[in-house]
């Protein structure tokens, strides 16, 4: 079957490049399962969305699948990895071996996603020397040369946050194009520098939100209404 995919003109929303990963990794679920073939309204469905919303987000980077027939789950897999640049193996360094960077560099799942911790950095004199699964913890004062050296695109900030833009400013200097911040902190970054932040109270407060909502719909819809909420809720 033919699929064309064409050169994005038209600026993606951030929403619909968040869903791609999503997208992806169904798709992976699926071919371990055997699934050859899958329609755009069960992709949304397992997903929670709406197969016109699946349709809208594929055509920004091309034609897929055919109409009644459906998507080919590998062909569609390639073409999302290729569109998501995890079709070759990324370099990344991570700064900060604390509690979050020791698990992350113990996170197997990077490398099934072709990313690669490549340097690892602190400022602790009593971490620096050590392991750090395959790799050695580097003084931080070496960051610029070793990254410049390795060619390193992406770099993790696992820092605390009055370190952090002082970190973020020394990975800007060594030609970092793209950074995930841990840190809970808005950094000043320039514009060529891409920037993805992760705060991991942000994420529990939008959760507690959303389960609190649940409960106060379920309280405000009646005895029979609020059972069926809470069965589906657990």
């Known amino acids: ?21 999503l997208y992806l990794r169904r ?11 899958v329609s755009s309204r069960a992709l949304a469905e397992s997903l929670s969305l709406n197969d016109a919303q699946v349709r809208k987000d594929l055509t920004y980077f091309g034609t897929f699948g055919r109409p ?8 569609l897999m390639d073409k999302l990895r290729g569109i998501l640049g995890t079709d070759r193996t990324w370099q990344v360094a991570l700064v900060g ?9 113990s996170y197997r799942g990077f490398r099934r996603k072709a990313f690669q911790i490549e340097a690892v950095f602190d400022s602790d004199r009593a971490k620096i020397g050590r ?20 060619q390193i695109p992406l770099a993790i900030l696992a820092v605390p946050a009055d370190a952090a833009q002082n970190v973020a400013n020394e ?9 995930l911040n841990f840190a809970p902190v808005v950094l000043d970054i320039p514009d060529h520098v891409i920037v993805n932040n992760v705060d991991l109270t942000v ?24 059972d069926t909420l809470y069965f589906r809720a657990g």
Request: aromatic share 2%; charged share 25%; hydrophobic share 45%.
């Open 1 to 21: 079957m033919a699929s064309m995919a064409r050169t994005i003109k038209t600026p993606v929303p951030k929403a619909v490049a968040h869903r791609l990963p």
């Open 27 to 37: 798709l992976e679920q699926l071919d371990a399962d055997g699934i050859q073939t």
């Open 68 to 75: 009644g027939v459906g998507y080919p789950v590998r062909d």
């Open 97 to 105: 071996f604390g509690n979050l960077g020791h698990a992350l560099v």
């Open 131 to 150: 392991r750090a699964g395959d790799l050695v913890v580097q003084d931080v004062a070496d960051l610029i040369p070793q990254i410049r050296r390795l």
């Open 171 to 179: 990975l800007v200097r060594a030609g970092i194009a793209g950074i």
């Open 203 to 226: 994420c529990l407060e939008q959760l507690s939100f959303h389960v609190s909502k649940r409960k106060r719909d379920a309280k405000a819809a009646g005895p029979e209404v609020r």
